[in-house]
């Protein structure tokens, strides 16, 4: 039996872990928290998943959470003016409903799940020399560990990491007693907020928990109004700063927020970080190989709300590749070839269209944000680009497809 190696019990360490285990592969995880450190800790994410994502947990019977999390049905975007006035309002429709569940939730659960299968599970913070030994005694070692510490194993590629710095600044909160919005009382989407040179608010709902709950998640411009969070320790004055940034920038979402009220101490999130591309493979000191999963190797800026769902289609590109690899060697060609294929299909194009959306959106795709509000195709185009992010090469980056799509749209 093949003996395989994860380290992290994030969202792709956790899916690889219990996808190997299901197809009799014998896996040991190393995790640098307990199950009950992720449930009683503090939010990670706001980890909103679409259909693709949420199938592969299907797929492997793990969408234990499904039918209590609460479903959206579609992206909102507004768009704010100076004024503060809504100058773009429009919802485009999902054709399969988008979830989040806390990661507190899902990841003490899976981690709880792995462990009663008969998995072997490790409470350990792995540093090099441990990857060192495993390497010696397993035949792959997957290091899935997010943005911890371990990713200075694997060496940042330039040609595929324009930024240095973080591009916005993070202030997450789950609150309870969210209103609806009155425009869409019975329709849960989740609300893209954009304020142009100042940030983006977005709203999700989520399961906590402590039940059915609400995000309300603000995506700073470094420097500008939103970028006040840093430093601030009290989660009642986390709250209070989010609804003041609300109340000035986007008054109709704040104007749903008379009776909210944090979840729970741990759940509020500031942080900010450079989205970064990392060269798949790690070289160990003792010769060994590391192989990079998810966050380890394609990290992006939250705005787009890409991560987790690559992080599914990651475990499952690598899960695939792993089963279809029988009894061969995990070489440093077949990792090359196991990544390449995954950033071709999925992290490429999240990556593409995250960084466009991170900067100054140019004109054409002012234009289009503008037109789907009066053609409801463009809109629902646009919202199904978040499950898979590769259409947007084929009418959202150039200006003359996109010219072409809407006359055609247009005249149709
Ligand atoms: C504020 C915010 C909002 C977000 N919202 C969304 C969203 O709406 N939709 C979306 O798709 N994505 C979102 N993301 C991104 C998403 O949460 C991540 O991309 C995703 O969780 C990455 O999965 P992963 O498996 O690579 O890593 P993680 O889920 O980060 O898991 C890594 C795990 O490894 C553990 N670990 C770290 N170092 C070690 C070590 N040395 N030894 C052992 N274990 C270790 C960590 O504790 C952690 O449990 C958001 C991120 C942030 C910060």
């Known amino acids: 039996m093949r003996k395989i190696l994860v380290v992290g019990a994030g969202q792709s360490g956790l899916q690889l872990a219990l996808g190997l285990q299901a197809h009799g592969y014998e896996v040991t995880l190393m995790s640098n928290r307990t199950a009950d450190e992720i449930r009683y800790g503090r939010v990670m994410s706001t980890q909103c998943m679409f259909h693709t994502a949420l199938q592969h947990e299907r797929d492997l019977g793990l969408n234990f959470w499904e039918s209590q999390a609460p479903r959206m049905a579609g992206i909102g975007v507004s768009v704010s003016g100076p004024g503060a006035e809504r100058l773009v309002d429009w919802v485009g429709r999902l054709d399969g409903y988008a979830q989040s569940v806390d990661q507190r939730v899902k990841m003490a659960g899976w981690l709880d799940t792995f462990a009663q299968r008969g998995g072997q599970l490790v409470i350990h913070g792995a540093a090099v020399s441990d ?56 329709t849960e989407v989740a609300r893209c907020n954009l304020v142009p040179g100042v940030g983006e608010l977005l709203v999700t709902s989520t399961l906590t928990t402590s039940g059915r709950a609400d995000l309300l998640f603000w995506e700073g411009v470094p420097g500008g109004p939103v970028d006040v969070f840093q430093g601030v320790t009290d989660p009642a004055e986390h709250l209070a700063l989010t ?170």
């Open 243 to 412: 609804l003041d940034l609300m109340e000035r920038f986007v008054p109709w979402e704040h104007a749903r927020t008379s009776r909210v009220e944090l979840t729970d101490a741990g759940g509020v999130l500031v942080g900010r970080y450079t989205p970064v591309v990392r060269q798949p493979v790690a070289h160990l000191p003792g010769g060994g190989l590391a192989f990079g999963v998810a966050d380890v190797v394609v990290t992006n800026d939250p705005l787009t709300g890409q991560g987790a769902n690559t992080a599914s289609k990651c475990a499952a590109a690598y899960l695939r590749a792993i089963l279809d690899h029988g009894d061969a060697e995990f070489d440093e060609a077949w990792m090359r070839r196991t990544f390449e294929r995954f950033w071709a299909q999925t992290a490429g194009p999240a990556t593409k269209w995250t960084n466009v959306m991170l900067g100054e959106p140019p004109e054409h795709v002012l234009t289009l944000i503008g037109a789907a509000g009066a053609l409801p195709r463009v809109a629902d185009r646009f919202a199904n680009g978040f499950d898979d992010p590769a259409d947007f090469e084929n009418y959202f980056f150039e200006a003359e497809k996109t010219e072409a799509y809407l006359s055609e749209v247009a005249g149709g």
């Open 131 to 186: 990857l060192d030994y495993f390497a010696r005694v397993y035949d792959l070692v997957l290091v899935a560990a997010g943005k911890g510490e371990l990713v200075s194993m694997f060496a940042r590629d330039a040609a595929r990491s324009p930024f240095t710095r973080p591009q916005r600044s993070l202030a997450a909160a789950y609150v309870h007693g969210l209103g609806p919005r009155p425009e869409h009382p019975d």
